[in-house]
T-cell receptor
Framework: GIQVEQSPPDLILQEGANSTLRCNFS?????LQWFHQNPWGQLINLFY???GTKQNGRLSATTVATERYSLLYISSSQTTDSGVYFC????????????FGQGTILTVHP | GAGVSQTPSNKVTEKGKYVELRCDPI?????LYWYRQSLGQGPEFLIY????????DSGLPNDRFFAVRPEGSVSTLKIQRTERGDSAVYLC?????????????FGPGTRLTVL
């Protein structure tokens, strides 16, 4: 099946700093989503982005499907951004099934 | 509108017992998914429903696990003869259709602990 690798595994920032999270995947995808899992375990949709670039406030994401990677940018980080960020993909022949990466644990200190 | 809801939020059971976990998807969503998340890992796919039928059950670990969605809305994940290794957070998600245009929306999960 499709493989998803996220980097870095851990990231520690001071409030106000910017960061870039990366997701590499091993095959073509129908769907790519970025999620934030908050400390209570809720998975929050950030972006549905199988290709192209999207922005939502301080967050933006870019997926280059031909090169099989996606990037999540967080600008002016806040303590509430802390948590685990997951990239998940739906492979080209696996409709409906999301395969998740291992996640990036982000800690933002005040 | 309301998001995906799951009940119970926590379930503690003894090894060998039977459990049922319930998922209420977002109203109007035709596709429903179950995932399982172990500590420190990303969620792992279990099963995907399109309407009442299971479109892909390739993630169910063995025949102790079964899921139904009889009326195309609420779904129940059933685990027989629970084992300690079944302890995890069980997540449910829904989407407007089998197509991925908006992605999958997740519920808060049910934390299952098998003693």
């Amino acid at each position: 099946g499709i493989q998803v690798e996220q980097s870095p595994p851990d990231l520690i920032l001071q409030e106000g700093a910017n960061s870039t999270l990366r997701c590499n995947f091993s095959d073509s995808v129908n769907n790519l989503q970025w999620f934030h899992q908050n400390p209570w375990g809720q998975l929050i949709n950030l972006f549905y982005i199988p290709s192209g670039t999207k922005q939502n406030g301080r967050l933006s994401a870019t997926t280059v499907a031909t090169e099989r990677y996606s990037l999540l940018y967080i600008s002016s980080s806040q303590t509430t951004d802390s948590g685990v960020y997951f990239c998940a993909v739906e492979g080209g022949t696996s409709y409906g099934k999301l395969t998740f990466g291992q996640g990036t644990i982000l800690t933002v200190h005040p | 509108g309301a998001g995906v809801s799951q009940t119970p939020s926590n379930k503690v059971t003894e090894k060998g017992k039977y459990v049922e976990l319930r998922c209420d998807p977002i109203s109007g969503h035709t596709a429903l998914y179950w995932y399982r998340q172990s500590l420190g890992q990303g969620p792992e796919f279990l099963i995907y429903f399109q309407g009442t039928g299971a479109a892909d059950d390739s993630g169910l670990p063995n025949d102790r696990f079964f899921a139904v969605r009889p009326e195309g809305s609420v779904s129940t994940l059933k685990i027989q003869r629970t084992e300690r290794g079944d302890s995890a957070v069980y997540l449910c998600a829904s989407s407007p259709s089998g197509g991925p245009e908006w992605g999958q929306f997740f519920g808060p999960g049910t934390r299952l602990t098998v003693l």
